[in-house]
């Protein structure tokens, strides 16, 4: 290896030491939150009079943690052993509610349930992770839960709204025109199917100004949308097992 290379590579390790590491594992949970999903917890499951326990903290050994008798684990595991940790307690039968990273929230052979908020959490490393939830303090596999998905949103930024907006495809922003780009179009709008740029459309003003399309013209974009997203997709399957065990769930 040259010098000039060497002295680089051994630059690029220098400057690494001083980097805030944002691992998933490093990201303590600000108490507001953690406040939050305790309560929604208290609400919803019959935990009184039961301790709570937080076994995962630098240095911790949740696997040798003293846990008191009947106790509830409330906590923000690290997500690196998080499957063993939710295997260890259902072995263990200590009951849980934990914080679940959310591609991978779902464990195989581990008979518990999921709420899924993919809510974005803010840690305090500055890490902003989606989160879900794993326990076996409730019935059901899965719970779509709204509601704490809204608490801790607004726990976290007062003021940010989860109401959506929703846009008429006539009214086409760079961003949005930039999204049919994405799928490989290339069209030219004409100035006589466009109008000039303007603030936005009645009193809601548009980020970046926006101009208002022809009917055809925004009739033609999504079309075009829809086909190469097909083109795109594969869909799959079940195989004709599967559509069986389908066939059979119902709801006692
Ligand atoms: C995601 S952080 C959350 C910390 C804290 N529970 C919170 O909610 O802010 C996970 C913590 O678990 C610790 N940890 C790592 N391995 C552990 C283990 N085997 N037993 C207990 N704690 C562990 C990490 O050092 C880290 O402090």
Redesign the pocket.
Known sequence: MSQSKKSFTDYEGFVEKFKTKLT??????PPAV?DTVLQWLRENVDIEGREIV??????????N?DYPEGCVVV?????S?YSKIVRFYIARGIRFFL?APALTTFVSDADCSFVITQVHIT??NGARVNTNFVTNLIEPRVWLCGELLRRITETQEKKKSLRKIILPDTVQSPARLGAYVEFGTDYKIMRNESTAPRSGIKDYKVFGLCILLGRHVADHLRTERERTERERTDFFSLSDAESEEVANLTRQ
């Open positions: 998933t594992d490093d990201c303590y949970t953690y937080r076994p995962f903290y630098p240095g911790g050994d949740f696997e943690f906590d923000n595991p690290p997500f052993i914080f840690y305090e």
